[in-house]
Every structure is written in structure tokens, then in C-alpha cells.
């Protein structure tokens, strides 16, 4: 059975390289599911799950955004940030949510609603990643 390598770089560095059968992201343009011997293809993705199957088991992950690239079974993700669902921290995804959810609220001419609007998109997407 084929494969697609997928490597996963953030500013830190590599998050991570695996193989897996399916690559499951969410795109600008709505959800993909990526299998091995996939037409080329580079989109933006925005915050949201994406999936694999490593080793025989499904896993999940939140994605903050970033860039995809696909070609020859490698994929090149390039994120801000990546969570696996197993190391997202629900209190601290719960606090950030509260904190978006308040600046939203405020009348504080100083806050900068877009921001605040993408820190309260990537809260509940951790928390909706977290189950």
C-alpha cells in the first residue's frame, strides 16, 4: 500500500514526519481528504482539524493555519502551531476562549477585534480537537 510522507515544520522547527494513508485538512475552500498518488497541489489552510492514520490508528490534530503542499506522496505542512489531540490542555484552551470571548464583549476602542476573533477561533478549535 502506498503512503504519503508528510512533514510537519512550525518557527520552532519540525513538529514532526510520519507516513500515513490519509491526510485529512481542512482548506480555504472546505475539507480535503489527501490519499496517496494525489494530483499536485499547494492551498492555505485555515485553523481547524486535521487527521492521519499512523501506524493503523486515526489521529487528530489542531492546526492554527498555514500552508500546504503536496507532490511525488510528500506532503510539506507549514503551520504557526500544531497540537496532537493528546497534548492540548483543555483548562489553558478554556482560559483563552474566556479572554477572546471578554475582548469581543469590551467597548475598548484599543481592541483589535480581528485579533481577538482569530484567538477565539483557535480556542474552540483545540477544544473541538480535544473532544
Known sequence: MSM???????????????????LNIETQDGQRGILPEHMPIVTMLRIGKM??????KRMEYAVTGGLF???DNSAEIMVDAIENKD??????????????EQRLQSNDKNVDQVRAEIALKK?????NVKG
Open 4 to 22: 504519503i510522507h508528510c512533514r510537519i515544520v512550525t518557527p520552532h522547527g519540525v513538529y514532526k514526519e510520519l507516513d500515513t494513508s490519509i
Open 51 to 56: 487527521t492521519t492514520v499512523e501506524s493503523g
Open 69 to 71: 503542499y503536496f507532490r
Open 87 to 100: 497534548e492540548i490542555d483543555v483548562e489553558r484552551a478554556i482560559a483563552a476562549k474566556i479572554r477572546a
Open 123 to 127: 480556542a474552540l478549535n483545540r477544544l
